[in-house]
Structure formats: structure tokens, C-alpha cells
């Protein structure tokens, strides 16, 4: 070997270890005739071979530039495609589950939670299909019907948590299913790794550097994923069932400030707040009122979720000794102990997330008037079911568009076999729409002092927070596909909810389109699938 390409002192022959004379002679500088080779040693000089180190010359003759020790003119290119003794028996590829695959036609891989890797050369695509079921945690408490029969006390009477049948709990939200999409490939495909002329890097030598170059695996990758879970609408009513009986059903939402067919709307829920004696009602006249007949709620919930992530392959990944010794081809060609140095890798992230969530309420009731006799008599304008009704609706709009940073972390149990922990968190600007009325079959409420229809469209934009994390395993089935099971859990604060929108009353129309933004939920539940690499 040249001056410039000295073995390291770590794999120079020593005296004691290798024969001095029985090497052809190779010039320092500049080419010259070789000297003749002294003659070969007859048997029974019972000469002994020369011990071969790991990335010692071979077949009696240095490498001089030949990979690994291979004699110029007797190269052979290995099967997959590799430099010689490279030790990537199928491409040390982009990371998958695990960090030791236990299966020779699979190679190995670094560990990353959710991607496949594949053999080298190329870019490598990889790509996923979920099934989701899920759930959020619920709203506030809202009192919104009680039903009660004459107190004992007598009135005016305050209705107490036992006789409340309608309350925001009654339409908890369920689980329920949804899809979720990811898809996406390296950047750049396989490149060089950077060794410079003293051969640090992934070889040691500068030629098996060289060698080895080609299989390094690809730094960068890009990802985009979605999800969508399905609308979950949940309906509670409470019903009058003998309504000319003393046990009636009154509303608990105050609408002051609101009026519907030139009355208060309190009229038609019969919000009463104390209860009065209903021996004297308002507002026709002795013996007359409005009598509700039943009382309903209703509230439905959506989330999507869109991703673009950009992704550091592992920075902490299982590391094999610079010479690809024994024990770093046994966890590549088959065997499954983590001898490969720890089999415990992380890759972190950073993209754009758009979040949509939907939330909206509804409050309605359904009456009869009541002639004071027993005899309920529903506006001629309004038949439905022997009553009319009205509505209370709120609709909810969170658009979360923002920037998030995360990491993915994942540790080899067994050879196909995986736990993971993947987390993120972002910074997001919120831009909430909501949408309040009050309307029935005659048309819109209106506001007391300006007469306008009561319908309320306002906006704004706060900044919201989201944090989410998934934990979880798989099991790789083949080279190409493996199964995940996993528990995900979405934090989100920042929001508007349907429930927080709603003021104690309408008295003023201002403070009534103004939007709380101060809310927060989880969403949390399984993940099953199956993901492929190719």
C-alpha cells in the first residue's frame, strides 16, 4: 500500500503474526519492475499460510485499491448487488418496525414506528391503511328540561337535580368508526454516505467506504397522511306522555331577550326559573297557556385531519461495528439476539397539520296550548303531531392550520415483533366560524329591543395547541407488510365547542356573538391496519 493509504495501526501485521518475506514488493511512488519472488517453498519446508485478518489482503497479494481485500482482476460482484464483504446482505434500508428483522431476504432495518424499507437502490416508497375507532370526551354540563309534578312544598319551586331528565350527558358522544391514509417515500433515494480520504464513515477504510456507499441509507423522507372520523350524532328527548296531568315538563335555557310570533320564546320552551303555580298562567287569559308536549337535544361531532410531515431517518439507531465484523452479519442474516448494538431507535419530524373539527347542538321543543279544560289545541299554522316547535341550533366550525414538531420511537422486542411510541405537538392558529338561531314554522325569532331576526354568524382566530401521541405494536408478516395495533390519543385546546357558546340569555346581542374560544378535548381510541413498504 501507498503512504497515503496506510492500514491503521489497529490491523497493521505484526512480526510476530505475519511473515516478512513472501510478498511481492509494490513501489511507494512511481511503478517499477517488480523484483523476482523468491521460489516457492518446497513441502518440505512445511510452511504455514499467512493468518488473513478481517480487511487483511487475501489470496497472498495486498489490495491495493481493491475493495476489501479482493486481488485486482478476480473481483466478483455479489448477487444483490453490493460491494464485496459490504456486510449489507439486503441493504441496511430505510427503517422499518424493527431493529433487527430476523429474516435474511428482509435485511435489516433501523426501527423506525411506522415505515417499511426495502432492497437498496432507489427511492422507497412506503404507505399504510387504518381503521379507526374512536371518541372524544364530552361537553360541559347543560340543564335543559325537568319534569316534575305539583312539589310537595308547594311554588315557587326550584327544580332540583333529580327531576332533570334532559342534560347535556344524555347525548355523550360514542365511539365510532373512521379511515385513516398515510403514504410517502424517501428523498433522494440511496446516496453516498460522507466518507472523507481518512475512510470514517460507515467503513473505516476509505475503500470499503467506497464499497459500502452505494447501501447507506437515505437521511430524509417526506409523508402525508389523513383521516377522517364519521359523523356521530346523538339524539335524547323527554315526552309528556299523559299532557293533561299535573306532571309536566318545563325548559331550563333562558331565552330573555328573544321573542317568537310577538311572545317570548320562554313561553314556548316554558322556562321557569322558580317554577310558578300553572293555576295561573300568562298570557291569554284566565286558563289559558302554552303547554309543552316534549322536549329534545341533539348534538353531532366530526373531525378530519390532514398531514404533510417531513422526516429525519434515525438519529439513534443501532450501531454495528466499523468493519462489519460477525456479529453485525448475524443480525443481518438471520440471527435474532439485539447483538447489533441497542435495538432502540428514534426519528423526529416536522410538518404543516390542517385540522377540522365540527361541533354543533340543537335544543328544541314541540307545544300545544291548553285552554285551561284539558283540551290542547295546536296552532292551526303549525300542525306537527299535535303541537308546533322550535329550535335553538348551534353550529361550530375549528379550522387549526399550524406547524408541529415530533418524534417517533421505537424498540425491538423480537425478531418481527415491535412496540412503539410516537408523539408530536404543534402551535396552530384557529379560525372558528359559529352560527347561532332560533327559528320555527312561522319563521326566525327576533331580538326584543331591535326587532331583527335572531340568527348570529360571527367568527374569530385564537391560537390553539394539539398534542398527540400513539403507542401501540406490530407484527411483520413478510418483508414488504406488517400489521400495527395501536391506542391514539389527540389533545386540543384552544377551540370552540357548541355548549360553551351558549349565553345565560339574549338580553344583548353583542355579548351573544361573541365566541368562546376557550375549550378543550380529546379524542382518543384504536388504530388497526396494515402497512407496506415497496
Known sequence: PSAAYAPSAAYAPSAAQYPTSGYPAYPHVAYQPAEAAPAAPTPSEETMPAPVQDGAPTNGAPANGAPNGVVPGSEVAPANGYGANCNYSNGATYPASSAY?????????????????NSCGGTQWFGGVYWLFMNRDNPDFRRFAAQFETPAGGYPYYPTSDVTMLSSPDVDHDYRSGAEVRF???????HRDDCDDHGYGYGGYSNHCDNCEPC???RFAWEVGYWILDDDENIEEVVDSIPTDTYRIYGMKNFAGLQYNGEPVNLWYDYQVPVQDPANPPPWGSGTEVRVLAQRIRS??????????????PLIVAECDSYGGGHCDGCETGDCEPSCGSPFSVTTLCGFRYLRIDDDFEYATMWAVDDGTGTLTPPAYTPWDGGGELYYDIEVDNHLAGFQLGANMNYCVSCKCDVFWNSNFGLYNNHIESNQRVYGDLGPATWAGSGEDATIDSDKDDVAFVGEFLVGGSYQFTCNWRGVLAYRAVAISGVGLSVDQMPEDFSNEAEVALIDSDGSLIIHGVQVGAECRY
Open 184 to 190: 410517502g417515500s424517501t428523498l433522494g433515494g440511496w
Open 216 to 218: 447507506s441509507p437515505p
Open 101 to 117: 428483522t430476523g429474516d435474511a431476504a428482509c435485511g435489516s432495518d433501523y426501527g423506525l414506528s411506522s415505515y417499511f424499507d
Open 300 to 313: 353531532n361531532f366530526q373531525a378530519q385531519n390532514l398531514e404533510l410531515n417531513f422526516l429525519r431517518l
